[in-house]
């Protein structure tokens, strides 16, 4: 698994260096940042980094969200509110076999005081809720090792005892071991691409107005969301929604050329009469 931690306009070095080290410690190597409000490779964040600092040296820099996982085809955010407008966030134990059949995964954590938007959740297939006592705050690097543990040891522990099961029961049975069957999601980017596109028609075909554009299609990354999309798939209902626009345009001019007849003919009959 090659998961990706991203980070969301981080406002303290020292945090970015002791999220490096939290990744290093679970095994995680790719750190992004998005805007970041901090130089994230001074002396305060290498002293939090530890033997971490080649993460920080490493560590890609974004100017949106988008543009960080846009490689990426499972996004999982961080949240430790419910967010009315949102679907609840889910326990990362529930998570943890979506998060290791992707082959592109990246975590989202936002700000430290305030965490991610809306908007941002709304780039995020799925959101993730470390669950705590009463006082739910977590420090920066607290969540990602928290996160990092849930997504690589302890999903590769638990992973490796069902596998040994896995084996042994069709080495008793005298059977070869089934090989899970492999299936290619969707990159962010490419499913963004979708749903702009799918806004287009919305708005086109007067689905839905410029007001209500936005709470509609969060609504429908809710559910297309759930479908776990191959390129394929998205290159399928893109295909559909091409013809949409393609013939809404088609109406459009056989509705002009129609009332440039009738115009035509009506003068004509006004001008026979006289």
Known sequence: MKLAVVLVSPKTSGNVGAAARAMLNMGADDLRIVAPRCDYRDSGSRAMAV??????????VYATLAEAIADRDLVVGTSARLRAVLSAPQHPAGLRPLVRDSAAPALVFGPEESGLSNADLELCRLTMQIPTAEYASLNLAQAVLLSCYEFLQSAASQGAGSEATSANLAASQGQPEAAPPERQAAISSEMEGLYAHLRDVMLL???????????????WRVALDKATFSP???????????????????????????????????????????
Not at 205 to 219: E, P, Q, S, W
Not at 246 to 272: I, P, R, Y
């Open 205 to 219: 075909t007067g689905y839905t107005d410029a007001v209500r554009a936005r709470h509609t299609l969060r609504l």
């Open 51 to 60: 033997h971490a600092a080649k993460l920080l040296e490493e560590a890609r």
């Open 232 to 274: 394929s798939e998205v290159r399928l209902v893109r295909g559909l929604l091409r013809q949409v626009q393609w013939k809404v345009a088609q109406t459009g001019t056989e509705t002009q050329v129609n009332t440039e007849t009738q115009t035509g003919t009506d003068k004509g009959e006004v001008g026979s009469g006289e």
